[in-house]
């Protein structure tokens, strides 16, 4: 069963995601040369916990920190460490989330550190661009997949705009959530329209694509966490949770 939230609790989420966007916000100001991705976790767990919230991340499954930090080929759930300092050059994507009156916010973006190569700046251009036309596949009546095919389709067209290729991570991709940070249903990021659920109002998706700059492959690290590109490859990783209304998307964990 896929959870349909009333609109008072839409409201609670969205308090979550003003958390979680406030967070993302606080991380991207102090991302640069010289400051570890385990200060980056700091900066975000003390924004969460100064709004009264809880890091979502922080003892999932055993997960230690309360941001995935994943560089340069690590696609997602990277841990962050303070052994890992940033350097000039590289791409970060940040996921967090934040737990409120038992409500979840679940976002992520790519940051860039110091200077940047026009690769990789298109990489998390399209990226982002594909989200942003999941988002507006959030219609009431939809199919689940025409999100999935929506966000395919983005990224094919930023193919041709940039005149190369994308890998679209197949193993990862969005989900559920709501009164739980991980639900049904599963959101591929690429397939065929018109199937799966039809989208009903009161629902609630975290839409998150993730592209390579080589193969869609990927390699879980021995930490059991990192998932990594299989040809070393750069990735960018962005999400929004986005809400089911009568007048379309509403995105939760967009900034205020």
């Known amino acids: 069963m896929i959870e349909i939230k009333t609109p008072t609790q839409l409201e609670a989420m969205r308090a979550a995601g003003l958390v979680v966007a406030k967070a993302l916000a606080n991380v991207a100001a102090q991302a640069r040369a010289g400051v570890s991705t385990a200060e980056l976790d700091e900066i975000a767990e003390q924004t969460i916990r100064d709004a009264g919230a809880v890091p979502s991340f922080k003892g999932y499954h055993g997960f230690p920190a309360s941001i995935c930090a994943s560089v340069n080929e690590q696609i997602v759930h990277g841990i962050p460490a303070k052994t890992q300092v940033l350097a000039d050059g590289d791409l970060i994507s940040v996921d967090c989330g934040a737990i409120l009156d038992d409500w979840h916010g679940d976002s992520a973006v790519t940051l860039f550190v110091g200077s940047i190569a026009d ?6 251009d399209a990226t ?7 988002i507006k596949a959030v219609t009431p009546g939809a199919r689940l997949t025409d999100i999935s095919h929506a966000i395919e389709t983005s990224v094919h067209a930023s193919e041709r705009a940039h005149g190369r290729s994308y890998g679209i991570v197949r193993e990862y991709g969005g989900h559920g959530i709501g009164s ?10 690429y397939g065929k329209p018109g199937k799966g659920p039809r989208l009903r109002v009161g629902m609630a998706i975290a839409i998150e694509p993730m592209l390579t700059l080589g193969t869609e492959e990927t390699v879980e690290l021995e930490d059991g966490w990192t998932v990594v590109t299989a040809d070393g490859s750069r990735a960018a990783h962005w999400e929004h949770t986005v809400a089911v209304t009568e007048d379309g998307p509403w995105v939760l964990t967009a900034p205020e």
């Open 119 to 124: 690769t990789e700046q298109a990489l998390s």
């Open 128 to 134: 982002r661009a594909s989200m942003e036309a999941g």
């Open 180 to 189: 739980a940070m991980h639900m049904d249903p599963f959101l591929p990021n």
